[in-house]
């Protein structure tokens, strides 16, 4: 069969941005900022992201260029047959990544539809918290929206990398950034937001710790989809003509410019409206809703809030479906279709126990933890450093000649200094990391 392939360059570098702006920049990125100090958390995470993070997304798409097939396929390729381990490992956290991140694009969507609705806002923040909270614990309805958003994914998976992936990401990645503005140019103009602004903007080193350091490593991870395969996978459908070292360049810069529209979204409303910016992970569904509330026309932001979160998760679950999808294809020698919707079936029964983890199942926990969060935690500590070890030594020791090929056909100054990030400072940080998590 004839391997799906990029319509253009700009398709792969949206779609790959899309895969990398998600959950993450919009509803993760504010809270931890907001939660770590803000400034002195954003220049740190944006000096890793453009180091680290960006060697290993070159090395990602260079490795899936050079492998052309599933992540499983490509460690075969390029490692030999030990490293098909590996690429299970991706597939893995894939999976497990998937099954909450589709819960958590369930309550997005759910948020979209109370909005059109208008059936969401009180002005009282309290009254807001309870909602949120008898919302995610109402068994029923939190599956159905997981099922829901899992149905909206792989949809788009099964209609093809370039009809599906590509069609969707050039018709709402710019969609999301224009929403994205609207949303900006309100909050900026509040009176009161310039607190929020130099909150994100001038650093208080006196917050900065170790764990500032690690929270914004994993974060880097995280945020621009690197350590499961996505770039790889998604390399592996570009033509051979394409510069890789700018297209990663590109898709870092989008993703990291997200992240900091996320935070200028939503951190001077929080602080125009007197609300607490370290609120974590109830701060996009408990703090905005209270501060649209407070806001002329707020019915109508707040739908277009939760209309780019959602469009953000949707283009980054597409991903995630998209590396196991092409991997469970290949395993079993069956088409791209049939795989995403298996595989989808198998991630949607995974996520009911993260769905659960609220309500009926929230005293059913494994190291304390209930399902939603370990499943976040094995991916997001565990396997995702993981994989950008492995990703850094198969790119920087293994394979290295074929991914500087990929990388700069006719040689680069910059070669050396890609390769010591990718073979030396990458892996030596993770291991920092993954440490630590232990
Ligand atoms: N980058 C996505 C986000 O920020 C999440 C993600 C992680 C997607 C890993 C794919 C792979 O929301």
Known sequence: MKRSQWGSRLGFILASAGSAVGLGAIWKFPYMAGAQGGAAFILVYLAIAFTLGLGLMAAEMALGRAGRGGIVETFRRLGGRAWALGGLLAVIAGFLILSFYSVVGGWTLAYLVATVAGTSLTQDPGSLGARFESFVADGARVVTYHAAFMALTVLVVGAGVQKGIERLSKWLMPTLFVLMLVLIARALTLPGASA???????????????????????????????GMGAMITYGSYLDGRAPLASSATWVVFLAVGTALLGGLMVLPAVFA????????????????????AQMPAGELFATLFFLSLTVAALTSSVSLLEVVAAAVAEALGIGHRAAAWMSAAAIFAAGIPCALSFGAMSSYTVFGLTTFDLFDAISSKLLLPLGGMLVAVLAGWVAWSRVAAQLAPSGAAWLPAARLVIAVIAPLSVLVILLHGL
């Open 196 to 226: 929020g602004v130099e909150y994100l903007f001038r650093p208080d080193w006196s917050s900065f710790s170790t764990s500032t350091l690690l929270e914004a490593t994993g974060f880097v991870f995280f945020s621009l989809s690197l």
């Open 273 to 292: 409206f007197g609300m607490d910016p370290a609120a974590g992970p109830g701060l996009s569904f408990i703090t905005m809703p209270a501060v649209f």
